[in-house]
């Protein structure tokens, strides 16, 4: 049961958001520029970044639905993004995302542990400093969506339809709307 | 030296979001609405948690701009902020902040570690829902602000005064019309 009364049958993040509309709208606007703005990172890369933190702050809502999203994005691909969550040094992406994802994982553990080594890895490999920035962004930012998720003990219901049909309108429409409501939720039930 | 190249001269997060104004909008936002906007928390308690969170993080430039911020909110008392950040449960502050903070700490260690028994504790009280709401999503943001500020290696000057400076006009003017100092003026606003 969620810590504070919550709208009812809302989802993860989507119920806090709902809660309290005057901080749903930046951070969504961040979400947005972040995940599925102009970049040169692809959408895939970037969901896999958000997925990979998710999963490393075991933030089951957010590494589900940020894990479908990506899937939906690498052509229903959910193996890689199982690859990545596990083991990402051994998954089928670029050396380059690899070094991004090095990157991610010592943000999710703290700002001073990113590494001069890491980041020089990370241009060796082409990284650009604004996908460096980037990167740095968005682990922090799934550092804050994570912990408001599970530090508000919000709903995270165990139902793969209900994630795949989120992470698809998530690929496609991106972050400024909301990806799930009540009565589409009641829907894939 | 910061990891990637960010504009000289700003320091801390004003340089990262000089660099990339796209993002340091809903940043900005964000933090406007949860320090600065209406509440039933007063500024100077929102900037404690603020304040508090950032030193368990161990950021310097967010827990000294957002101490300063704190104290010049509640009349220059710089020595209830020192003591909040080292022994808040000691420190001359309301029983319900106290109980507040206690869910900072929570969060700021893991959203999965915040107990029904510390949030019993603030709402028995006088925590509001919103109030734990804002207390989680606070101390959230600030757990993305400090990896965002110390990830990319941001230049934080040891210069007591300067921050002291900002502090006051920062808790006077608001977080969103200080950054039109460093943002294009059609982001800003």
């Not at chain 1, 890369?45 to 590494?63: H, K, P």
């Not at chain 1, 490999?125 to 980037?134: F, S």
């Not at chain 2, 107990?115 to 959230?140: P, S, Y």
């Amino acid at each position: 049961m969620p810590h504070i009364s919550l709208p009812e049958g809302l989802p993860g993040i989507t119920g806090g958001f709902a809660f309290r509309p005057e901080t749903a709208k930046p951070m969504r606007e961040l979400a947005h520029t972040l995940l599925h703005g102009p970049s040169t990172l692809t959408p895939g890369e970037r969901e896999l970044i958000a997925t990979y933190v998710s999963t490393q702050n075991d933030c089951y809502f957010c590494q589900t639905s940020h894990g479908a999203a990506a899937a939906a994005h690498l052509g229903k691909n959910s193996d890689v993004v199982e690859q990545v969550k596990s083991d990402f040094l051994h998954a089928r992406v670029s050396e380059k995302l690899k070094a991004l994802l090095l990157i991610a994982g010592q943000v999710q553990q703290g700002g001073k542990t990113v590494s001069s080594e890491t980041v020089e890895k990370a241009r060796r490999q082409g990284a650009t400093d604004l996908e460096i920035h980037d990167t740095v962004l968005i682990a922090a930012a799934f550092c804050m969506y994570n912990r408001y998720v599970d530090g508000l003990a919000t709903w995270q219901p165990r139902d793969p339809a209900m994630y795949s049909s989120m992470g698809e309108h998530l690929a496609t429409h991106g972050y400024l709307t909301p990806s799930v409501s009540a009565p589409a939720l009641e829907a894939t039930k | 030296m910061p990891h990637i190249q960010l504009p000289e001269g700003l320091p801390g997060i004003r340089g990262a979001m000089a660099y990339r104004p796209e993002t340091a909008k809903p940043l900005n936002d964000l933090v406007e609405k949860l320090l600065h906007g209406p509440n039933s928390l007063t500024a100077g308690e929102r900037e404690l948690i603020a304040t508090y969170v950032s030193s368990e993080n161990d950021c310097y430039y967010c827990q000294t701009i957002h101490g300063a911020i704190a104290a010049a909110s509640l009349g220059d008392n710089e020595a209830v902020v020192k003591k909040v950040k080292h022994d808040f449960e000691h420190a001359e502050i309301s029983e319900k902040l106290k109980a507040l903070l206690v869910i900072a700490g929570q969060v700021q260690k893991g959203g999965k570690q915040v107990t029904t028994g510390a949030v019993a504790r603030a709402r028995d009280l006088g925590a509001t829902d919103l109030e734990i709401h804002d207390t989680v999503l606070i101390a959230a943001a600030f757990c993305m602000f400090n990896r965002y500020v110390d990830g990319l290696a941001t230049t934080q000057p040891r210069d007591e005064a300067m921050y002291r400076e900002r502090g006051k006009r920062i808790a006077h003017e608001g977080y969103i019309n200080i950054s039109k100092e460093y943002l294009p003026a059609e982001i800003a606003d």
